[in-house]
Nanobody, 128 residues
Framework: QVQLVESGGGSVQAGGSLRLSCAAS????????MAWFRQAPGKEREGVAG????????YYADSVKGRFTISQDNAKNTVYMEMNSLKPEDAAMYYC?????????????????????WGPGTQVTVSS
């Protein structure tokens, strides 16, 4: 079974940085879609960044392009997300997820319904 554990969340001031980690117990496919989502109170869950673990292709929501970077270490079955220039609107619970199917171009849409495995989340707070 696929188990995911996030870490690295915390509280920072606006303009600060955090690095989130997501460790997977196993990858179900050779090309896995892995992604970070976030959800703030009263808002829908939204996709933030995604990576194809086989191809290395990455995708970002427009709101974080140029500030966030997703990367991987396949030897550790781990995905990271470096978050820079954090803004108060970035505050949310951040979740790591693995796609239901062999990874493809559908990853770029970063839709929660396409992901079947989820971690418990890690909290990010940004103060102004």
């Amino acid at each position: 079974q696929v188990q995911l554990v996030e870490s690295g969340g915390g509280s920072v001031q606006a303009g600060g940085s955090l690095r989130l980690s997501c460790a997977a117990s196993v990858y179900p496919y050779s090309h896995n879609c892995m992604a970070w989502f976030r959800q703030a109170p009263g808002k829908e869950r939204e996709g933030v960044a995604g990576i194809d673990t086989g191809r290395g292709s990455t995708y970002y929501a427009d709101s974080v392009k140029g500030r966030f970077t997703i990367s991987q270490d396949n030897a550790k079955n781990t995905v990271y997300m470096e978050m820079n220039s954090l803004k108060p609107e970035d505050a949310a619970m951040y979740y790591c997820a693995v796609g239901r199917l062999y990874c493809g171009s559908w990853l770029l849409n970063l839709r929660p319904v396409d992901f079947g495995y989820w971690g418990p989340g890690t909290q990010v707070t940004v103060s102004s």
